[in-house]
């Protein structure tokens, strides 16, 4: 009996170290371009996913307000290598090289995880002849709607990633982008509506080897720093690296720091 406890204590005792040892998801976050207010954006998103997963932040903001900058990281042999994730929050819609393209989403068809936000849906496709953004992505957006609130229908909650989104919830305020094509590796998961149009604006998609979650919701700073919405974003950053449990919480280690 005392060896059984003996076991089990030593068996606690290392999954507590193991948890407190785990390494920080390294994060990518790329954002800049024309449109928004990036230089919070940044912030918001960094401090917020940091307080709710154990996360470490590499923030590479460039590209002035430009709307066809190309980050000569992204374009660097092996970039890939030094993260687990990127987050991209971009706004480069007029970008017209295939090949820069086509070069970063080969990092993630080979298995390189990604949370997109808002107008990245909108970056890299408008101008190119290659389709490999969207199909990265999973959806085809070509415009967005007025000026106007958000509210967010749950169609997935047993995903666990909804799992701890309301049934539903109105952004304070929004924009919402029109969908014109899901590919078949998307899955929507949230159906906004505004201004009595109503479009799917949450997926996840499978590309390749990796596994990607975005939303177009996130134009303003009200709506990016609310709780519903951080937590909606940090809970598909887990995700999307496998330190997502089934219940919708981080796995052992992954949880904020305390």
Not at 125 to 134: G, I, L, P, S
Not at 202 to 220: K, L, S
Request: glycine content about 8%.
């Amino acid at each position: 009996m005392r060896k059984i406890l003996n076991l089990l204590f030593i068996a606690a005792i290392t999954c507590a170290v193991s948890a407190q040892d785990a390494k920080p998801l390294r994060v990518l976050h790329l954002t800049g371009g024309c449109c928004h207010d990036y230089d919070k954006q940044k912030i918001i998103l960094s401090e917020g996913i940091t307080a709710r997963a154990n996360t470490h932040f590499e923030i590479v903001h460039e590209g002035g307000k430009s709307g066809d900058y190309k980050y000569p990281l992204l374009q660097a042999a092996g970039w890939g290598k030094n993260f687990d994730v990127v987050l991209y929050n971009i706004c480069f819609a007029h970008i017209k090289d295939d090949a820069y393209v086509e070069g970063i989403t080969q990092v993630h068809r080979e298995g390189l995880p990604a949370v997109a936000l808002h107008c990245t849906y909108h970056s890299h496709h408008w101008k190119t002849k290659t389709d490999e953004w969207e199909k990265f992505l999973g959806v085809t957006s070509p415009n967005h709607g007025k000026k106007h609130a958000i509210t967010m229908k749950n169609l997935a909650p047993k995903h666990p990633i909804m799992k701890n989104f309301p049934a539903e919830w109105t952004t304070p305020e929004g924009e919402l982008y029109r969908e014109n094509k899901t590919w078949d590796t998307a899955t929507p998961l949230v159906l906004g509506t505004a201004d009595k149009e109503k479009h799917h604006c949450v997926w996840i998609n499978q590309y390749g080897a990796a596994r990607v979650f975005g939303t177009t919701v996130g134009h303003h700073n009200s709506t990016m720093e609310s709780k519903e919405y951080l937590d909606l974003v940090s809970a598909g950053l887990l995700w999307v690296t496998g330190k997502l449990g089934d219940d919708g919480k981080p796995v052992k280690g992954y949880g904020p720091k305390k």
